[in-house]
């Protein structure tokens, strides 16, 4: 039995990606029905609640179909591939990212001279400088996101060597400051992609694509991480999950 973590993040959200990453991977096959509610319940120890639970998200993904009297089964692939999920907990947003699929490719990483938005979000001086990374996000070797990072200068001693590879950026900042987020904020709409979102995304300038604005809030509403994001428009959707909390 492979029991999962009783840690913080909800055992549902554990067997939905696991499941998830065993359908996109190929692990499970098309022609083939999903364990039975039984079966996952002994193999990971959880009730029959927590495996609908997982059930539900992935049948919200359209990543799965219940067929009664038959069993569970995978939808196609080319309709989920690049599935992007925004959850409405700061816990469960930063969690994915362990899960996530996605190869990363970084052009850039220094100081830089922040644009007046970035100056007005992060409360800087004129003359005060952020770290910025700027990079590519791959699904299957296609290029999905180009996204450009951006955190106070005195945080970028934080990511040097190999941690970029192995950890995730934000986990850093916490643990560096002691400190969790506590608010995220999202913003998305409609974009025409410059040369250079062009050129590292593989369409032409001007094409659509989804920009996605994500500021990180520590503790005091101390902006800790500014995060923009432009999607390939063929390649991108997301799913809006809200949780009763009881």
Do not use: W
């Amino acid at each position: 039995m492979s029991k999962l973590s009783r840690s913080h993040i909800p055992l549902y959200f554990q067997l939905q990606q696991i499941l998830r990453e065993k359908i996109l991977s190929g692990k499970i096959s098309i022609d083939e029905s999903l364990p039975t509610e039984s079966d996952l319940c002994k193999q990971y120890g959880v009730s029959r609640t927590t495996v609908r639970q997982a059930f539900t998200a992935l049948l919200n993904e359209k990543l799965i179909i219940r067929i009664p009297g038959k069993g569970t089964f995978i939808t196609q692939q080319d309709k989920h591939e690049n599935v992007v999920h925004f959850f409405n907990t700061t816990e469960s947003l930063i969690t994915t990212a362990y899960f996530a699929s996605f190869d990363k490719t970084f052009h850039y990483r220094g100081v830089v001279s922040p644009s007046i938005r970035l100056i007005d979000i992060f409360g800087l001086e004129p003359d005060q400088k952020i770290f910025c990374m700027r990079g590519t996000r791959y699904k299957n070797g296609k290029p999905l996101c180009y996204f450009i990072t951006n955190f106070s200068s005195k945080h970028a001693h934080y990511f040097k060597g190999k941690r970029l590879k192995n950890e995730i950026l934000l986990k850093i900042i916490e643990k560096e400051l002691g400190m969790t987020i506590k608010k995220v904020r999202h913003t998305i709409k409609a974009f025409k992609a410059d040369k250079q979102i062009a050129k590292y995304l593989g369409i032409k300038e001007n094409d659509p694509v989804l920009e996605l604005e994500q500021i990180y809030y520590m503790d005091n509403d101390i902006v800790v991480e500014v995060g923009i994001n432009y999607f390939h428009a063929e390649r991108f959707s997301y799913t809006l999950e809200l949780i009763q909390q009881k």
